[in-house]
């Protein structure tokens, strides 16, 4: 009997903490239901990964006043083991674009140029639509996409270099949408542009690289019309781009871990890029870095979206309000496109600002996709919050977009718990 006592009162004191341990984790979860809601995320976003589809991504959840959430998962270098964290940093593709026209902006701003000059008052040599030759693009037009420049098959097979210095010998060269080139063949930003824009240029295509449209008349993305306004805002402040950019966005907002190549970052910190699961990318730029090569951590895009935010909301610190509104301003209707997805919630070329993409269902920010990267950076302009997810492993199969949008739908569904 004394034995069955001794059982009893030990069950009762077992139930009694288990209670207690209860009871204060019920407690805690009242006390700081933001720590519980981050917890729960991390736990769901982790099951994500272990699908087994990516080596690695970031994400960030901000809204006009702060970061709420920022992670990172899987591996920023899968062969050493180095984890993916919100401080790994890894080039954005063309959510860089948006930088231009914060830039753009900021020259504005400055005196340095207007947004209905046209181009040729800044640089010295000639881009015109050979169809229209006496139709002036103006800065403006490069800046909504409706200059008429199409990016060509020239573009694509020149634009990116691997970086020297390089084992290439374990790495995929052959990425079958940009051809990686060796960087002997680097050439400076203008004259690559004068390549592929002017009459005389090496890479230069009458038939397919203009709209036969007037400028201004029509949608058409532009990576090459996105660097020639990153020439023009250099022509008209004399700064280069990525000086100006660090003056007048990155270091205003402490952007401290971002930059334009791998000199200008702490390259320890750069996540490898796969072609798949199991094979590296060489480590990449372009000669036309400003249209998709900005390396950032998730910490750092987390306060350039809040910056955003605040911009749009009228309480930015990079511009004054009237150039924010000018930003944020939707430039086109529906006869600048042939064609516009309306049901696509995160289509960013539904209309446009200045380098800033509009969806219909009411988002503002934008898309990036290059060799093994995939991006998006969005904000909701009715609750003031967003989101921002990028992988460095390419998702060409049907189950690799599924993921990526399985992971951005839980970073939307958990922002209004992590808003309070």
Same mark, same amino acid.
């Given at each position: 009997?004394?034995?069955?006592?001794?059982?009893?009162?030990?069950?009762?004191?077992?139930?009694?903490?288990?209670?207690?341990?209860?009871?204060?984790?019920?407690?805690?979860?009242?006390?700081?239901?933001?720590?519980?809601?981050?917890?729960?995320?991390?736990?769901?976003?982790?099951?994500?990964?272990?699908?087994?589809?990516?080596?690695?991504?970031?994400?960030?959840?901000?809204?006009?006043?702060?970061?709420?959430?920022?992670?990172?998962?899987?591996?920023?270098?899968?062969?050493?083991?180095?984890?993916?964290?919100?401080?790994?940093?890894?080039?954005?593709?063309?959510?860089?674009?948006?930088?231009?026209?914060?830039?753009?902006?900021?020259?504005?701003?400055?005196?340095?140029?207007?947004?209905?000059?046209?181009?040729?008052?800044?640089?010295?040599?000639?881009?015109?639509?050979?169809?229209?030759?006496?139709?002036?693009?103006?800065?403006?037009?490069?800046?909504?996409?409706?200059?008429?420049?199409?990016?060509?098959?020239?573009?694509?097979?020149?634009?990116?270099?691997?970086?020297?210095?390089?084992?290439?010998? +374990?790495?995929?060269?052959?990425?079958?949408?940009?051809?990686?080139?060796?960087?002997?063949?680097?050439?400076?930003?203008?004259?690559?542009?004068?390549?592929?824009?002017?009459?005389?240029?090496?890479?230069?295509?009458?038939?397919?690289?203009?709209?036969?449209?007037?400028?201004?008349?029509?949608?058409?993305?532009?990576?090459?019309?996105?660097?020639?306004?990153?020439?023009?805002?250099?022509?008209?402040?004399?700064?280069?781009?990525?000086?100006?950019?660090?003056?007048?966005?990155?270091?205003?907002?402490?952007?401290?871990?971002?930059?334009?190549?791998?000199?200008?970052?702490?390259?320890?910190?750069?996540? +490898?890029?796969?072609?798949?699961?199991?094979?590296?990318?060489?480590?990449?730029?372009?000669?036309?870095?400003?249209?998709?090569?900005?390396?950032?951590?998730?910490?750092?895009?987390?306060?350039?979206?809040?910056?955003?935010?605040?911009?749009?909301?009228?309480?930015?610190?990079?511009?004054?309000?009237?150039?924010?509104?000018?930003?944020?301003?939707?430039?086109?209707?529906?006869?600048?496109?042939?064609?516009?997805?309306?049901?696509?919630?995160?289509?960013?070329?539904?209309?446009?600002?200045?380098?800033?993409?509009?969806?219909?269902?009411?988002?503002?920010?934008?898309?990036?996709?290059?060799?093994?990267?995939?991006?998006?950076?969005?904000?909701? +302009?009715?609750?003031?919050?967003?989101?921002?997810?990028?992988?460095?492993?390419?998702?060409?199969?049907?189950?690799?977009?599924?993921?990526?949008?399985?992971?951005?739908?839980?970073?939307?569904?958990?922002?209004?718990?992590?808003?309070?």
């Amino acid at each position: 009997m004394k034995h069955i006592k001794k059982i009893i009162i030990l069950i009762i004191g077992i139930n009694i903490c288990v209670s207690c341990n209860q009871k204060k984790q019920r407690t805690n979860e009242l006390q700081n239901p933001m720590q519980v809601a981050k917890d729960s995320l991390t736990a769901e976003l982790d099951s994500i990964y272990k699908q087994g589809l990516t080596n690695g991504f970031g994400v960030a959840i901000v809204n006009e006043k702060k970061t709420l959430y920022s992670n990172g998962f899987g591996w920023a270098d899968k062969a050493n083991k180095i984890a993916y964290t919100e401080n790994t940093i890894q080039h954005i593709a063309s959510i860089s674009k948006t930088l231009i026209g914060v830039a753009l902006m900021k020259a504005h701003e400055l005196g340095k140029l207007n947004l209905d000059d046209p181009i040729d008052k800044y640089i010295a040599f000639k881009v015109l639509n050979p169809n229209y030759p006496n139709k002036k693009i103006t800065i403006q037009h490069l800046a909504t996409h409706t200059s008429t420049i199409v990016d060509t098959k020239h573009y694509m097979d020149n634009a990116w270099i691997i970086t020297p210095n390089q084992d290439l010998s +374990k790495v995929y060269k052959n990425y079958p949408y940009q051809r990686l080139n060796p960087s002997a063949t680097a050439i400076q930003m203008e004259d690559f542009l004068k390549e592929v824009l002017t009459t005389k240029g090496k890479y230069y295509d009458k038939e397919n690289g203009f709209l036969k449209h007037k400028p201004g008349d029509k949608f058409e993305y532009s990576n090459i019309g996105a660097t020639l306004t990153a020439l023009i805002i250099e022509k008209a402040t004399g700064i280069p781009f990525n000086k100006f950019t660090k003056k007048h966005i990155l270091q205003p907002l402490k952007m401290n871990s971002a930059g334009w190549s791998l000199n200008e970052v702490d390259a320890t910190k750069h996540s +490898k890029l796969y072609y798949d699961l199991d094979i590296p990318l060489p480590f990449y730029t372009a000669i036309t870095y400003p249209d998709g090569m900005l390396i950032a951590s998730c910490n750092d895009m987390a306060k350039y979206l809040t910056e955003l935010i605040k911009g749009y909301t009228g309480n930015g610190t990079l511009l004054n309000k009237k150039n924010y509104k000018t930003l944020f301003t939707e430039y086109l209707s529906e006869e600048h496109f042939n064609k516009r997805n309306e049901r696509n919630p995160y289509n960013d070329e539904y209309n446009t600002g200045i380098f800033m993409g509009f969806s219909a269902k009411g988002y503002i920010g934008h898309t990036g996709g290059d060799a093994g990267v995939v991006s998006f950076m969005f904000f909701d +302009k009715e609750t003031n919050t967003g989101r921002y997810l990028i992988r460095n492993t390419n998702s060409d199969d049907e189950k690799g977009p599924k993921q990526f949008y399985d992971i951005w739908k839980k970073l939307g569904e958990y922002t209004s718990k992590l808003n309070r």
